[in-house]
């Protein structure tokens, strides 16, 4: 990120404008990598069974086990999200915002995938019971999601559309849905 950004500390990453900015395609890209990752690494382990459908396809002698199921999920649910958020501002004829949007949530999942990071050097370097630390993830996750929302509907670049019904529906359509198509698909 250092060279992509050109030498920039997280402080002005962080305070940057879009007019601004260079390489936000990138930049975004290795954000949502990482946050995939370490996303896909951290719920892992509280994934009861891969399905068995999953588990015996084979591709040159491999199965995916539980890291990889996530992964693929994880993956999955971040790239139709992203698809859909583009065909929705490109359908409601607010296509320039987009780049704006991407953005602005490349910085949210900045800060989300260092929180992430921590998460996962806890979870796996120290003694911690995981039946309790499950309760904390899931009120960590919702709080970080309801941030999410306040944090796109009140930022500064208005990077959410200007009618309140569009905002409702985007709330609802790719927020709350592929959340919950997710929650379906990695824990039943």
């Not at 607010?94 to 949530?105: A, C, I, L, P, Q």
Request: include cysteine.
């Amino acid at each position: 990120m250092n060279v992509i950004e050109r030498d920039a500390n997280l402080k002005d990453f962080l305070l940057q404008k879009y007019f601004d900015s260079s390489n936000n395609l990138p930049s975004w890209i290795i954000t949502s990598c990482v946050t995939t990752l370490t996303l896909a690494v951290l719920v892992s382990q509280y994934i009861p069974i891969v399905p068995e459908y999953i588990a015996d396809l084979q591709i040159l002698g491999y199965q995916l086990n539980k890291i990889g199921y996530s992964l693929l999920a994880i993956l999955f649910f971040y790239l139709s999200k992203s698809t859909l958020g583009f065909l929705f501002y490109q359908s409601i004829g607010d296509g320039k915002k987009w780049s704006v949007f991407y953005f602005t949530s490349t910085k949210f999942y900045f800060i989300l995938s260092f929180l992430l990071i921590i998460l996962c050097i806890v979870h796996y370097y120290f003694p911690i019971d995981r039946n309790k630390i499950f309760l904390y993830y899931i009120f960590f996750f919702s709080i970080v999601f309801i941030f999410k929302v306040f944090f796109y509907l009140f930022h500064k670049n208005n990077i959410l559309p200007e009618k309140w019904y569009y905002k409702f529906l985007y709330i609802c359509t790719l927020q709350i849905a592929p959340l919950l198509l997710l929650w379906k698909l990695l824990f039943f």
